[in-house]
């Protein structure tokens, strides 16, 4: 099927910045649109920031001017480049892929697919 698989979370200090890559791979068809979505304790999981296949881009209030997502459609990856964090920011953080899939001898559309996440803490 698909796999989804996010890197480069980790502890950084309020105001730093870090960079976080999503990579897809498996029986992939075309792969709609790419994001990134975030669940702090005890809260649901939220947006954070969406990229399509046409490069169009959908960011949350709170990151918009901090966090910026790309990606590059040829090795079916999509980066957050997250700068001034801040507390608040903390949280577990979720790759999102919406894509056309091969299914045996047809292409199966409209499916969703999560990576297991990547913990992001914004402390002094």
């Known amino acids: 099927q698909v796999q989804v698989v996010e890197t480069g979370g980790g502890l950084v200090q309020p105001g730093g910045s870090l960079r976080l890559s999503c990579a897809a791979s498996?029986?992939?068809?075309?792969?709609?649109?790419m994001g990134w979505y975030r669940q702090a304790p005890g809260a649901q999981r939220e947006l954070v920031a969406t990229i399509t296949s046409g490069g169009t881009t959908n960011y949350a209030d709170s990151v918009k001017d901090r966090f910026t997502i790309s990606r590059d459609s040829t090795k079916r990856t999509a980066d957050l480049q997250m700068n001034s964090l801040k507390p608040e920011d903390t949280g577990v953080y979720y790759c999102n892929v919406q894509a056309s899939i091969y299914s045996g001898d047809y292409v199966r559309r409209g499916n969703n697919y999560w990576g297991r996440g990547t913990q992001v803490t914004v402390s002094s």
């Open positions: 498996g029986s992939i068809f075309m792969i709609n649109s």
